[in-house]
Structures are given as C-alpha cells and as structure tokens.
C-alpha cells in the first residue's frame, strides 16, 4: 500500500472550484487511487476511484498524470455541504480491499 | 442502499470491563472491518474478515478479539476495556463481487466508547 499525502487542510468559498492533491510517489502497478469523504459524526463515504487519466462521476473528477505519482480531486462548485474531510488512498486490490487511511484534508466551505 | 448499522453509537464503560461492540450489514458483502479513529491519526485497521469465522488482523489488534458467526454480523470485542481504548469505532463493510480495483467500503455511523 502505498504511502499518500495531501494538504491538512483547505480552505474555499461557496461556489468555487476546490482541487486537493494528494501525492503517492511509490505507487506500484497495480494501485488504484481511491478517495473518500468523511461528515462529522459520520463514516467516511467513498466519492471516486480510477487508475489513470481521468475518472468522473456526479460528485467529483479525479486526475492522474501519466506517471500516477500524484492525483486530484476536483470539486466542482463547493457548497456548505462539501465541508468535510477528503482522504486520499493508493493500494493494491487485494482480495481482502484493505485500506490504510491517513489523516486527510479538512476542506472548510465559507459562504 | 448498503446500511451499516452499529449497536450504539455513543458508550461509556469503565477500564477492566468487558465491551462488544456489533456491527451488521444487510448487503450480504464478504469482508467486513473494524477500525477505530482518534484525532490527528485518522482510521486505523483493527481487525478485518473475509468470511464467515475467518479473521485477519490489521495495524493495530492488540487489545481486542473479533467473532465473525454470520456473514451479516462482525463484533468487536474489547477484553479488558483501558482508557487508551477511548475512540471513535467504526465498522465497514465490502463486497468482493465487485471486481478487481474496487475499493469501495460501506461504513457505519460509528460507536463512539469512553472508557473511564
């Protein structure tokens, strides 16, 4: 598993983009890069999962550059809701999908 | 939707007490874990099963057992409850159907245990 690592924090305003990067220089070949979105008082919630290039559903885009050393999220239009902290994790599927959590960006959405 | 229920979700018990903490599942995954979260260290794994009965430790075991006797429940079981072990439990669970890649784990709501 990979070590990653990301900004402590962010900090944004209603309406703009937020792009958190995370780095994982010692991705191997077969890691994905996965990642998750925690509420307080909640579990983490996975957003968006990809290998390479870029990867987009309804809640976010990721990027990956062709030599997958670093990754990122991108938020589009942030709203209060999308204060949170975003964590970002490169691993191996390994039948078992463990996971190894770091300590995550805290994003504060202001109005 | 997947739902992660957990038995409680804030306890308070004293240290040398005996704790269980359960977790059930109603998506019929195969791997199921426990982690527990603590400011400035994030979720660190403490136990994680692949099968019924089958269990495999994580980072950080010592000081707890798990029991796996249905595919749908995963129970956390602290022996002797210390004050060390004041955090933040949360149980996950995963579908292996999903394909290679495939990270995505369904968590609880979390229990949140003080032990005095």
């Known amino acids: 598993l990979a070590k990653t690592t990301q900004p402590i924090s962010m900090d944004s305003y209603e309406g703009q983009e937020v792009n958190i990067t995370c780095s994982h220089n010692?991705?191997?070949?077969?890691?994905?890069i996965t990642w998750y979105q925690q509420f307080p008082s909640q579990g983490p919630r996975f957003i968006i999962q990809?290998?390479?290039t870029k990867v987009t559903n309804e809640v976010a885009s990721l990027f990956i550059p062709a030599d997958r050393k670093s990754s990122t999220l991108s938020l589009p239009r942030v709203s209060l809701s999308d204060t949170a902290v975003y964590y970002c994790?490169?691993?191996?599927?390994?039948?078992?999908?463990?996971?190894?959590f770091g300590t995550g960006t805290r994003l504060l959405v202001s109005p | 939707d997947v739902k992660v229920t957990q038995s409680s979700r804030y306890l308070v018990k004293r240290t040398g007490e005996k704790v269980f903490l359960e977790c059930v599942q109603d998506?019929?995954?195969?791997?199921m874990f426990w982690y527990r979260q603590d400011p400035g260290l994030g979720l660190r794994l403490i136990y994680f099963?692949?099968?019924?009965?089958?269990?495999e430790k994580g980072d950080i075991p010592e000081g707890y057992s798990v029991s796996r006797e249905k595919k749908e429940r995963f129970s956390l079981i602290l022996e002797s409850a210390s004050t060390n072990q004041t955090s933040m439990y949360l149980c996950?669970?995963?579908?292996?159907?999903?394909?290679?890649?495939?990270?995505?784990?369904?968590f609880g709501p979390g229990t949140r245990l003080t032990v005095t």
């Open positions: 998506m019929d995954h195969e791997n």
């Open positions: 010692n991705i191997a070949t077969n890691d994905y």
């Open positions: 099963s692949y099968d019924v009965k089958m269990k």
């Open positions: 994790l490169a691993g191996e599927d390994t039948g078992f999908q463990k996971l190894v």
């Open positions: 996950a669970s995963s579908s292996t159907a999903l394909g290679a890649g495939t990270y995505e784990q369904y």
């Open positions: 990809g290998y390479k």
